[in-house]
């Protein structure tokens, strides 16, 4: 895994950028796994990605579909066995995007359950301070 494009000193206001590079970099169909610690920012980056100014919240169901774009937290995922239930790829079906946070854990599931019609990328945030963060983008 080697990263493919990163940003340094990310401010809250530096996102809507962001996305639009991310767009112009990855190949869709495409999972895009955020990977940071809570708080780093994985749901304000989706809720910028999705345009449409909030990221519909996974307190009732994981996965959500905006447009062209799914998005999952896997937050509350205790086994990977458990993914097998989420029928993710009926979600998937002429999208572009699949989001999913605190992924990476079950990337190997993800992999194999979603196929290979779509690439895989990680989507690392790192917090720097209170306002800063470091993004990296890496193919897997």
């Excluded at 996102?15 to 809570?38: F, H, M, R, S, Y």
Aim: net charge negative; glycine share 4%; aromatic share 12%.
């Amino acid at each position: 895994m080697s990263v493919i494009r990163s940003w340094k000193k990310v401010l809250e206001s530096d996102l809507p950028n962001i996305v639009i590079e991310l767009k112009e970099v990855v190949q869709p169909p495409c999972v895009i796994i955020l990977d940071g610690p809570v708080g780093a920012g994985k749901t304000t980056f989706t809720r910028l990605f999705l345009e449409k100014g909030e990221a519909p919240s996974p307190t009732y169901s994981l996965i959500n579909e905006v447009d062209n774009i799914v998005h999952a937290d896997l937050y509350r995922i205790e086994k990977k066995e458990e993914l097998i239930h989420l029928e993710i790829p009926m979600y998937l079906e002429e999208k572009d995007y699949f989001l999913i946070e605190w992924g990476m854990p079950y990337l190997y599931e993800l992999q194999r359950i979603i196929g290979d019609e779509f690439k895989f990328y990680q989507l690392k945030i790192e917090i720097v301070n209170e306002k800063s963060r470091h993004f990296f983008l890496s193919k897997l």
